[in-house]
């Protein structure tokens, strides 16, 4: 992956910087199923969590560490001895950890904030990274609010953390203020001046808070950058992080001005958003690219039209490019066990006989309640079905879903 120019890391923070947005807390269980999907999507990097904030998030580290195998498993971590010999201990059963510290350097930061001279700053971000090499190879510095760093000073901690083995420099638009030019300027001009620069991988993380967050990272990959910081979705602080999803489809669609590549089997994009919006009833608004329920809806005359005629007319993306159904089939209390199973067949969803009764019953059940039962509870039923058979013990998903059906 490091010997292609044009391969593009995807590293997942949904269970950290999403999962910290009010309204999206999950639960561990929650937490390693929805880490079990990113893996099955192809995500590079899982950042799993934060082991210093809480109990709860060493522990969900630990058991993603324990149980996902084939993506780099990230923990976070301040600059300080007891967030990294924490984060070093909840990645301990990992089979590829990498440990993710972080300090501001603007200096707004460190002077309001931080309460940090700049050569504190850079002599605690050293101590950091020597003490996180100790644990692991794989070692990433964030330079938070990097984008309103002074660039000389910026470049001077750069260095100093790839000198000290840092593999992956992060350079976070924290709070979500740059434009696109502007951004790829931006990692243009750091890579070009920064000595030892072709040792580390660079990487982008950007916030929505002006709408611009995929816009700004396409422009860092342009500029350079070559591992993306994103969540499904486009959950997290404030107004988001990056989507994931539009960022993968974006390079897709559009090959021909961004010639990169990811790991990422977009058809399981789809189902890994509604997973999410099934672990955290959250659900996304109905015209979000990629994965809103109208993404692929056409209604107008006209567009139905020119869609009967030659689809290409208004889709630049067939649905099933990112597994969104094509077919819309309204599942309720008439519905019978075919209607279930076809939509079933429709999702990817393998189900025996005996789980097909089961999610019959469970869809007229909710149908009683409700105008329509949805994709998503389609997947938790199945979800909590099959995790109650496992030794771990019965899924703590609430009932009350909201339902997220086409036909809704
Ligand atoms: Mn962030």
Known sequence: MADDPARVVIFDTTLRDGEQAPGFTMDVLAKASLARALDALGVDVIEAGFPIASPADAEAVQHI??????????????????????????????????????????????????????????????????????????????????????????????EAVIREGCTTVNLPDTVGYGTPDETRDFF?????????????????????????????????????ARQVECTINGIGERAGNAALEEIVMALRVRRNRLPYDTGIKAEALYETSQLLTSLTQEAVQAN???VGRNAFAHEAGIHQDGMLKDP????????????????????????????VQQRCNALGLRVSQTELEHVYREVITLGERRKAVGDGDLRRILDRLRTAAEPVGAASAPVETIGYGHGV
Do not use: W
């Open 188 to 224: 243009a001009a750091i890579r070009a001046r920064v000595f030892n620069a072709d040792r580390a991988v660079f990487s982008t993380h950007c916030h929505d808070d002006l709408g611009l967050a995929v816009a700004n990272s396409l422009a860092a990959i342009q500029g350079g």
């Open 312 to 339: 290409r007319t208004y889709e630049i993306m067939r649905p099933q490019d990112v597994g969104q159904p094509a077919a819309q089939l309204v599942l309720g209390r008439h519905s019978g066990r075919h209607a």
């Open 65 to 158: 560490a324990r149980e996902v195998r084939r993506p780099t498993i990230a923990a976070l971590a301040r600059c300080r001895r007891q967030d990294i010999e924490e984060a070093a201990r909840a990645l301990a059963p990992a089979a590829r950890p990498r440990i993710h510290t972080f300090l501001a350097t603007s200096d707004l930061h460190l002077a309001a904030k931080l309460h940090m001279t700049r050569d504190q700053c850079l002599e605690a971000i050293v101590d950091a990274i020597r003490l996180a090499r100790h644990f692991t190879d794989d070692v990433e510095f964030s330079a938070e609010d990097a984008t309103r760093s002074d660039p000389e000073f910026l470049c001077r901690v750069i």
């Open 288 to 290: 979000k690219a990629i």
